[in-house]
């Protein structure tokens, strides 16, 4: 069981499930979203996801029609995204999580997209896009 919170405290949330396919993306959309030079994201089962506080403090933004990114409104975390091809799982951002987490990154993705200030120094795999497989 994970546990997290935003940064006021007034959102929190539960997977009881295991996060997937764990990437560092360096799109622009990520770092603009997170205003830092890359998103961790991963996925978790939809089933596996609760909000246990602050539902309703939820905003949302549809950047892509399908897409849809919810953060609290009070202080502005991101929580979590949707997209309506797949509604089994939702992506996460790793920074939400209060409790450590067992698994590990995968990747650093959309890397010819980084930030021209960002020193990418790393011993894990590096993709123009998606990493293989997804």
């Not at 935003?6 to 560092?24: A, D, K, Q, Y």
């Not at 933004?61 to 509604?87: E, W």
């Not at 698994?103 to 120094?121: C, D, G, I, M, P």
Request: hydrophobic residues 30%; glycine residues 8%; neutral net charge.
């Amino acid at each position: 069981m994970y546990t997290g919170s935003c940064l006021c405290g007034e959102v929190n949330v539960e997977v009881s499930g295991s996060i997937t396919s764990i990437i560092h993306c360096h799109c622009s959309l990520c770092r603009k979203n997170s205003g830092t030079a890359f998103a961790t994201n991963g996925f978790v089962n939809t089933d596996d996801f609760t909000i246990t506080k602050g539902q309703a403090l939820l905003s949302e933004y549809s950047f892509k029609a399908g897409r849809t990114r919810y953060f609290c409104r009070c202080c502005g975390s991101p929580v979590y995204s949707s997209n309506n091809d797949d509604k089994s799982r939702i992506r996460i951002r790793l920074g939400i999580f209060d409790t450590d987490i067992t698994e590990q990154v995968l990747s650093h993705n959309f890397v010819t997209s980084k930030a021209n200030w960002e020193q990418l120094e790393t011993s894990l795999p590096c993709y123009e896009k998606h990493e293989p497989g997804r």
